[in-house]
């Protein structure tokens, strides 16, 4: 997928955790004082830009990433997905992807031969999953509880 950054490396890290310690309290600041765009200085440049705070919770979610070493991927919302592209969003093979689309668990159109999947579609699929899984594990911890399997 064009959109997914290479794995994040060790300096980028440490960057980026040291970024969010200055992060946090800006936007306790924010979120206090009710502002709806934030001011930031680019010291090289000494430029000054204004963004939406939006934006700057999003640059946040990033960091806070980043810092975890995770790899970042950028969609737009209404952004297309090829089976491909799906399969490597949610660790699975992408025979499985064409599957669960033949199936009906994820919407998506065909384009001439192949399959597209909207971003949003995939998202709804995945808190469907996630929604359900929980379901399961909160009956099996009940079971346990009940049946005293040194659960608690």
Request: charged share 30%; proline share 1%.
């Amino acid at each position: 997928m064009s959109s997914i950054l290479k794995k994040t490396t060790k300096t980028a890290q440490k960057i980026a955790l040291r970024s969010l310690k200055s992060l946090e309290k800006s936007e306790s600041d924010l979120v206090k004082m009710k502002k709806k765009k934030v001011a930031l200085r680019i010291q090289e440049s000494e430029e000054n830009i204004e963004i939406p705070l939006e934006a700057f919770l999003m640059l946040k979610s990033i960091l806070i990433n980043m810092a975890a070493g995770k790899s970042i991927a950028l969609l737009l919302a209404d952004s297309e997905l090829s089976t491909q592209q799906v399969a490597e969003i949610l660790n699975a093979s992408r025979p499985h992807v064409v599957k669960l689309l033949e199936e009906g668990k994820i919407a998506y159109k065909k384009v001439g031969s192949h399959r597209r999947v909207k971003l949003n579609d995939l998202l709804l699929y995945q808190a469907k999953l996630r929604k359900e899984r929980r379901n399961v594990l909160d009956f099996l911890t009940q079971e346990a509880q009940e049946l005293n399997l040194g659960y608690e």
